[in-house]
Nanobody
Framework: QVQLMESGGGLVQAGGSLTLSCVAS????????MGWYRQPPGKQRELVAV???????NYADSVKGRFTISRGNAKNAVSLQMNSLKPEDTAVYYC?????????WGQGTQVTVSS
């Protein structure tokens, strides 16, 4: 069993930056992939970025060149650095971890970008 906790969300002006952090606890040795998803108001949850245990990354086209996903110093942590934020980035951001064949999710952290 794995529990995820996100932090770092908040209100930021367009063009600004935020860094989201996620820490996993529990059976973290079973995690193979970690990533970030987001759910804008009125839309379904969508992939933002993922990173594998080997360091391979994948980004949504809408955030390439602006967002960077990375593993923290601890193996059970992942961060998302968000630069040049746009109002359309406003969403609840969720941390995800794949454990064997199941996904675990955090409770989400709100990111609001004002114009």
């Amino acid at each position: 069993q794995v529990q995820l906790m996100e932090s770092g969300g908040g209100l930021v002006q367009a063009g600004g930056s935020l860094t989201l952090s996620c820490v996993a606890s529990g059976s973290t040795a079973m995690i193979s992939v970690m990533g970030w998803y987001r759910q804008p108001p009125g839309k379904q949850r969508e992939l933002v970025a993922v990173i594998t245990i080997g360091g391979m990354t994948n980004y949504a086209d809408s955030v390439k060149g602006r967002f960077t996903i990375s593993r923290g110093n601890a193996k059970n942590a992942v961060s998302l650095q968000m630069n040049s934020l746009k109002p359309e980035d406003t969403a609840v951001y969720y941390c995800n971890a794949r454990i064997r064949v199941k996904d675990s999710w955090g409770q989400g952290t709100q990111v609001t970008v004002s114009s």
